[in-house]
Protein backbone atom coordinates (compact mmCIF):
# COMPACT_ATOMS: atom_id res chain seq x y z
CA UNK A 1 0.00 0.00 0.00
CA UNK A 2 1.14 3.72 -0.79
CA UNK A 3 2.84 5.63 1.89
CA UNK A 4 0.15 7.93 3.48
CA UNK A 5 3.17 10.50 4.20
CA UNK A 6 4.19 13.52 2.26
CA UNK A 7 7.17 13.00 0.14
CA UNK A 8 10.17 14.47 1.81
CA UNK A 9 12.14 17.02 -0.62
CA UNK A 10 15.50 18.35 0.60
CA UNK A 11 16.09 20.78 -2.46
CA UNK A 12 12.38 22.47 -1.45
CA UNK A 13 13.22 22.29 2.33
CA UNK A 14 16.38 24.46 1.94
CA UNK A 15 14.16 26.87 0.00
CA UNK A 16 13.02 28.10 3.67
CA UNK A 17 16.37 29.04 6.19
CA UNK A 18 16.62 30.11 9.58
CA UNK A 19 18.69 31.44 12.63
CA UNK A 20 18.22 29.22 15.07
CA UNK A 21 15.99 30.53 18.30
CA UNK A 22 16.82 30.30 21.68
CA UNK A 23 20.08 27.83 20.44
CA UNK A 24 20.93 27.31 24.38
CA UNK A 25 17.57 25.10 25.21
CA UNK A 26 18.64 21.54 25.79
CA UNK A 27 16.24 19.33 23.56
CA UNK A 28 15.49 15.83 24.19
CA UNK A 29 13.52 15.03 20.34
CA UNK A 30 11.58 11.96 22.28
CA UNK A 31 9.46 10.55 19.21
CA UNK A 32 11.43 10.06 16.10
CA UNK A 33 11.75 6.80 13.34
CA UNK A 34 14.44 5.07 11.52
CA UNK A 35 13.78 3.43 8.19
CA UNK A 36 15.43 2.45 4.84
CA UNK A 37 12.16 1.65 2.34
CA UNK A 38 10.98 1.90 -1.02
CA UNK A 39 9.76 5.51 -1.07
CA UNK A 40 12.77 6.75 0.96
CA UNK A 41 15.23 6.31 3.74
CA UNK A 42 16.06 7.81 6.72
CA UNK A 43 19.28 6.49 8.81
CA UNK A 44 21.81 7.38 11.04
CA UNK A 45 23.72 10.27 8.91
CA UNK A 46 20.10 11.29 8.29
CA UNK A 47 18.95 11.71 11.34
CA UNK A 48 22.79 13.25 12.78
CA UNK A 49 22.46 15.60 10.03
CA UNK A 50 18.91 17.09 10.89
CA UNK A 51 20.01 17.29 14.81
CA UNK A 52 23.35 18.57 13.79
CA UNK A 53 21.00 21.99 11.96
CA UNK A 54 21.39 24.07 15.18
CA UNK A 55 19.43 23.23 18.05
CA UNK A 56 20.91 21.76 21.59
CA UNK A 57 19.56 18.71 20.73
CA UNK A 58 21.32 15.93 23.68
CA UNK A 59 19.23 12.81 22.90
CA UNK A 60 16.58 10.89 21.22
CA UNK A 61 13.72 8.61 21.56
CA UNK A 62 13.81 5.61 19.06
CA UNK A 63 10.18 4.94 18.20
CA UNK A 64 8.47 1.92 16.54
CA UNK A 65 7.83 1.88 12.83
CA UNK A 66 8.43 -2.10 11.79
CA UNK A 67 11.48 -1.43 10.75
CA UNK A 68 14.22 -4.14 10.33
CA UNK A 69 11.99 -7.38 11.74
CA UNK A 70 13.71 -10.48 11.48
CA UNK A 71 12.50 -12.38 8.40
CA UNK A 72 11.85 -15.80 10.38
CA UNK A 73 11.61 -17.19 14.10
CA UNK A 74 8.75 -17.20 16.34
CA UNK A 75 6.70 -14.35 14.84
CA UNK A 76 6.26 -12.83 18.00
CA UNK A 77 9.47 -12.26 18.49
CA UNK A 78 10.25 -11.09 14.78
CA UNK A 79 10.21 -7.20 15.93
CA UNK A 80 13.04 -7.59 18.20
CA UNK A 81 14.82 -7.86 14.95
CA UNK A 82 13.92 -3.85 14.99
CA UNK A 83 16.30 -2.76 18.05
CA UNK A 84 18.98 -4.57 16.47
CA UNK A 85 18.96 -3.11 13.65
CA UNK A 86 18.29 0.62 14.79
CA UNK A 87 21.47 -0.04 17.90
CA UNK A 88 23.55 -1.52 14.71
CA UNK A 89 22.77 1.45 12.77
CA UNK A 90 23.49 3.74 15.40
CA UNK A 91 26.11 2.04 17.29
CA UNK A 92 28.19 5.40 16.96
CA UNK A 93 25.64 7.59 18.70
CA UNK A 94 25.40 6.45 22.04
CA UNK A 95 22.47 9.11 22.69
CA UNK A 96 20.95 8.98 19.45
CA UNK A 97 19.35 7.20 20.59
CA UNK A 98 19.15 7.45 24.12
CA UNK A 99 15.99 5.22 24.33
CA UNK A 100 13.73 2.94 22.29
CA UNK A 101 9.88 2.53 21.82
CA UNK A 102 9.75 -0.63 21.00
CA UNK A 103 6.91 -3.03 19.38
CA UNK A 104 5.53 -6.53 21.30
CA UNK A 105 2.54 -7.62 20.14
CA UNK A 106 0.08 -6.82 23.15
CA UNK A 107 -3.19 -9.11 22.09
CA UNK A 108 -0.63 -11.65 23.44
CA UNK A 109 -2.04 -10.63 26.46
CA UNK A 110 -0.26 -11.79 29.57
CA UNK A 111 1.71 -13.99 26.87
CA UNK A 112 3.58 -11.19 25.79
CA UNK A 113 6.26 -11.16 28.95
CA UNK A 114 8.73 -13.67 26.66
CA UNK A 115 8.74 -10.83 24.29
CA UNK A 116 9.33 -7.71 26.61
CA UNK A 117 11.96 -10.13 27.96
CA UNK A 118 13.70 -10.62 24.94
CA UNK A 119 13.19 -6.55 23.80
CA UNK A 120 14.97 -5.74 27.08
CA UNK A 121 18.01 -8.19 26.50
CA UNK A 122 18.32 -6.80 23.19
CA UNK A 123 18.26 -3.36 23.87
CA UNK A 124 20.99 -3.43 26.59
CA UNK A 125 19.38 -1.09 28.65
CA UNK A 126 17.73 1.26 26.26
CA UNK A 127 14.18 -0.13 25.70
CA UNK A 128 11.78 2.11 27.46
CA UNK A 129 8.44 1.80 26.08
CA UNK A 130 6.50 -0.21 23.87
CA UNK A 131 3.65 0.87 21.45
CA UNK A 132 1.30 -0.52 18.92
CA UNK A 133 -0.38 0.23 15.86
CA UNK A 134 -4.11 0.84 16.83
CA UNK A 135 -5.15 4.61 15.03
CA UNK A 136 -8.40 3.14 13.32
CA UNK A 137 -10.90 4.87 11.36
CA UNK A 138 -13.86 4.10 9.20
CA UNK A 139 -13.18 6.21 6.87
CA UNK A 140 -10.61 5.21 4.70
CA UNK A 141 -9.09 8.48 3.37
CA UNK A 142 -7.57 8.93 7.74
CA UNK A 143 -5.02 7.14 7.71
CA UNK A 144 -1.42 7.27 9.02
CA UNK A 145 -0.64 3.86 8.82
CA UNK A 146 0.61 2.46 5.34
CA UNK A 147 -0.72 -0.58 6.76
CA UNK A 148 -3.75 0.16 8.86
CA UNK A 149 -4.41 -1.78 11.85
CA UNK A 150 -8.23 -3.49 12.38
CA UNK A 151 -11.03 -1.68 14.40
CA UNK A 152 -11.19 -2.08 18.43
CA UNK A 153 -7.37 -3.37 19.64
CA UNK A 154 -7.49 -1.04 22.11
CA UNK A 155 -10.72 -2.24 23.58
CA UNK A 156 -9.80 -6.07 23.64
CA UNK A 157 -9.07 -7.97 27.00
CA UNK A 158 -5.69 -8.62 25.69
CA UNK A 159 -4.57 -5.40 25.00
CA UNK A 160 -5.55 -4.47 28.98
CA UNK A 161 -3.69 -7.40 30.06
CA UNK A 162 -0.65 -6.87 27.97
CA UNK A 163 -0.97 -2.87 29.19
CA UNK A 164 -0.44 -4.99 32.62
CA UNK A 165 2.23 -6.56 31.88
CA UNK A 166 4.29 -3.97 30.01
CA UNK A 167 3.49 -1.83 33.31
CA UNK A 168 4.99 -4.88 35.33
CA UNK A 169 7.90 -4.90 33.26
CA UNK A 170 8.85 -1.03 33.48
CA UNK A 171 8.07 0.08 30.72
CA UNK A 172 5.70 2.66 29.18
CA UNK A 173 3.27 2.83 26.71
CA UNK A 174 2.95 4.89 23.50
CA UNK A 175 -0.42 5.06 22.36
CA UNK A 176 -1.08 6.65 18.44
CA UNK A 177 -4.80 7.36 17.92
CA UNK A 178 -7.45 9.46 16.74
CA UNK A 179 -9.30 11.64 18.69
CA UNK A 180 -12.19 9.61 17.95
CA UNK A 181 -10.57 6.97 19.68
CA UNK A 182 -9.89 9.00 23.34
CA UNK A 183 -12.40 7.54 24.44
CA UNK A 184 -11.03 3.53 24.65
CA UNK A 185 -7.66 5.49 25.67
CA UNK A 186 -9.55 6.77 28.65
CA UNK A 187 -10.84 3.12 29.09
CA UNK A 188 -7.21 1.62 28.87
CA UNK A 189 -5.76 4.33 31.26
CA UNK A 190 -8.66 3.54 33.62
CA UNK A 191 -8.38 -0.29 33.38
CA UNK A 192 -4.39 -0.19 33.48
CA UNK A 193 -3.91 2.73 36.13
CA UNK A 194 -0.15 0.80 36.87
CA UNK A 195 0.72 1.69 33.09
CA UNK A 196 2.55 5.50 32.33
CA UNK A 197 0.76 6.04 29.07
CA UNK A 198 2.04 8.33 26.48
CA UNK A 199 -0.88 9.54 23.65
CA UNK A 200 1.42 10.36 20.52
CA UNK A 201 0.92 13.43 18.11
CA UNK A 202 -1.45 15.36 20.48
CA UNK A 203 -4.19 12.65 20.72
CA UNK A 204 -4.95 12.97 17.03
CA UNK A 205 -6.89 15.77 15.80
CA UNK A 206 -8.28 14.97 12.43
CA UNK A 207 -8.48 17.45 9.54
CA UNK A 208 -9.38 15.14 6.36
CA UNK A 209 -12.08 13.37 4.88
CA UNK A 210 -15.33 13.71 7.73
CA UNK A 211 -13.07 16.58 9.40
CA UNK A 212 -12.96 19.59 8.78
CA UNK A 213 -9.55 21.18 10.40
CA UNK A 214 -11.47 24.65 10.50
CA UNK A 215 -14.92 23.32 11.95
CA UNK A 216 -14.97 24.84 15.65
CA UNK A 217 -17.44 21.81 16.43
CA UNK A 218 -14.55 19.45 15.39
CA UNK A 219 -12.18 21.11 17.51
CA UNK A 220 -13.74 21.07 20.46
CA UNK A 221 -14.81 17.16 20.12
CA UNK A 222 -11.34 16.43 20.14
CA UNK A 223 -10.56 19.12 22.67
CA UNK A 224 -12.80 17.40 24.89
CA UNK A 225 -12.21 13.64 24.42
CA UNK A 226 -8.36 14.47 25.50
CA UNK A 227 -9.72 16.58 28.49
CA UNK A 228 -11.12 12.73 29.71
CA UNK A 229 -7.86 11.43 28.67
CA UNK A 230 -5.77 14.27 30.60
CA UNK A 231 -7.97 13.77 34.00
CA UNK A 232 -5.67 10.66 34.04
CA UNK A 233 -3.22 10.76 36.20
CA UNK A 234 -0.79 8.00 34.49
CA UNK A 235 -1.10 9.57 30.98
CA UNK A 236 0.80 12.07 29.19
CA UNK A 237 0.94 14.04 25.65
CA UNK A 238 3.59 14.51 23.09
CA UNK A 239 3.21 17.91 21.03
CA UNK A 240 3.74 17.29 17.27
CA UNK A 241 2.90 14.98 14.10
CA UNK A 242 1.56 18.86 12.88
CA UNK A 243 3.42 17.15 9.52
CA UNK A 244 0.58 13.88 9.26
CA UNK A 245 -1.26 14.13 6.68
CA UNK A 246 -4.50 12.97 8.72
CA UNK A 247 -4.12 16.69 10.67
CA UNK A 248 -5.30 18.52 7.61
CA UNK A 249 -2.36 20.94 6.70
CA UNK A 250 -0.87 21.55 3.34
CA UNK A 251 2.46 23.45 3.79
CA UNK A 252 3.64 20.53 1.10
CA UNK A 253 1.43 21.84 -1.52
CA UNK A 254 2.90 25.13 -1.40
CA UNK A 255 5.57 26.88 -3.72
CA UNK A 256 8.16 27.67 -0.57
CA UNK A 257 8.21 25.34 2.87
CA UNK A 258 6.48 27.52 5.94
CA UNK A 259 8.01 29.59 8.34
CA UNK A 260 8.39 29.12 11.89
CA UNK A 261 6.24 32.68 12.66
CA UNK A 262 3.47 31.11 10.51
CA UNK A 263 3.60 27.05 11.82
CA UNK A 264 3.28 29.05 15.66
CA UNK A 265 0.34 30.98 14.42
CA UNK A 266 -1.44 28.26 12.79
CA UNK A 267 -0.41 25.15 15.55
CA UNK A 268 -1.31 27.56 18.36
CA UNK A 269 -4.78 26.42 19.62
CA UNK A 270 -3.91 23.09 19.40
CA UNK A 271 -0.66 23.22 21.25
CA UNK A 272 -1.98 26.06 24.12
CA UNK A 273 -5.23 23.20 24.51
CA UNK A 274 -2.34 20.01 25.61
CA UNK A 275 -0.67 22.32 27.54
CA UNK A 276 -3.57 23.47 29.64
CA UNK A 277 -4.86 20.14 29.95
CA UNK A 278 -1.71 18.14 31.07
CA UNK A 279 0.28 21.33 32.38
CA UNK A 280 4.42 21.65 30.57
CA UNK A 281 5.27 19.00 33.64
CA UNK A 282 3.28 16.16 31.70
CA UNK A 283 3.75 17.22 28.19
CA UNK A 284 6.62 16.94 25.47
CA UNK A 285 7.77 18.54 22.30
CA UNK A 286 8.27 16.02 19.76
CA UNK A 287 9.93 15.95 15.81
CA UNK A 288 8.09 13.03 14.37
CA UNK A 289 10.60 12.72 11.71
CA UNK A 290 10.85 11.82 9.14
CA UNK A 291 6.72 11.70 8.92
CA UNK A 292 6.76 15.32 9.53
CA UNK A 293 9.96 16.31 6.76
CA UNK A 294 7.56 15.71 4.51
CA UNK A 295 6.47 19.37 5.46
CA UNK A 296 8.63 21.02 7.46
CA UNK A 297 12.67 21.30 8.38
CA UNK A 298 13.85 20.29 11.65
CA UNK A 299 14.95 23.71 12.62
CA UNK A 300 11.95 25.58 11.33
CA UNK A 301 9.89 23.04 13.31
CA UNK A 302 11.99 23.12 16.49
CA UNK A 303 11.58 27.06 15.97
CA UNK A 304 7.97 27.18 16.16
CA UNK A 305 7.93 24.82 19.33
CA UNK A 306 10.15 27.40 20.92
CA UNK A 307 7.83 30.49 19.82
CA UNK A 308 4.50 28.96 21.21
CA UNK A 309 6.50 28.05 24.45
CA UNK A 310 7.85 31.77 24.62
CA UNK A 311 5.61 32.43 27.63
CA UNK A 312 6.69 30.00 29.45
CA UNK A 313 8.46 29.83 32.57
CA UNK A 314 12.15 28.85 32.19
CA UNK A 315 11.61 25.52 34.36
CA UNK A 316 8.33 25.40 32.39
CA UNK A 317 10.00 25.78 28.88
CA UNK A 318 12.58 22.82 30.15
CA UNK A 319 9.67 20.37 31.00
CA UNK A 320 8.38 20.82 27.69
CA UNK A 321 11.46 20.59 25.56
CA UNK A 322 13.56 17.38 27.54
CA UNK A 323 12.55 16.77 31.33
CA UNK A 324 9.09 15.52 30.93
CA UNK A 325 10.01 13.15 27.87
CA UNK A 326 13.07 12.19 29.96
CA UNK A 327 11.18 11.60 33.15
CA UNK A 328 8.43 9.51 31.59
CA UNK A 329 11.29 7.52 29.93
CA UNK A 330 13.95 7.01 32.42
CA UNK A 331 16.36 8.42 30.75
CA UNK A 332 19.17 10.10 32.47
CA UNK A 333 18.79 13.89 33.63
CA UNK A 334 22.58 14.74 33.82
CA UNK A 335 22.68 14.02 29.44
CA UNK A 336 20.48 17.99 29.56
CA UNK A 337 22.58 19.80 32.20
CA UNK A 338 22.92 23.00 31.38
CA UNK A 339 26.77 23.54 31.45
CA UNK A 340 27.29 20.41 29.09
CA UNK A 341 28.30 20.82 25.42
CA UNK A 342 26.72 18.43 22.95
CA UNK A 343 29.11 16.10 21.08
CA UNK A 344 27.54 14.56 17.70
CA UNK A 345 30.90 12.40 16.86
Not at 43 to 69: F, N, P, W
Not at 123 to 149: C, E, F, L, M
Not at 154 to 165: E, K, P, Q, S
Not at 239 to 244: E, N, V
Request: charged content about 25%; glycine content about 8%; proline content about 7%.
Amino acid sequence: MASPHHRVREDWLALMQEDVLAPEQPVFDCHHHLWDRPEGRYKSEDLMADIGAGHDVRASLYVQCRTGYRVDGPKALRPVGEVETVLDWMREHDRFPAGIVAMADLQLGDGVRPVLEALAEAGQGRVKGIRNATAWHPDRTVRSNPNPPPDGLLRTVAFRDGARAVAEHGFSLDVWAYQTQLDEVRALATAAPDVTIIVDHCGGPLGVGPHDRLDPENFRAWRDALATVAAMPNTRIKIGGFGLGVFGWRYADQALPPHSEALAEDWRPWVETCLDLFGPGRAMFESNFPVDKGQVGYRTLWNAFKRLAAALAPDERDAVFWRSAASTYGINEQIFAHDQRRILS
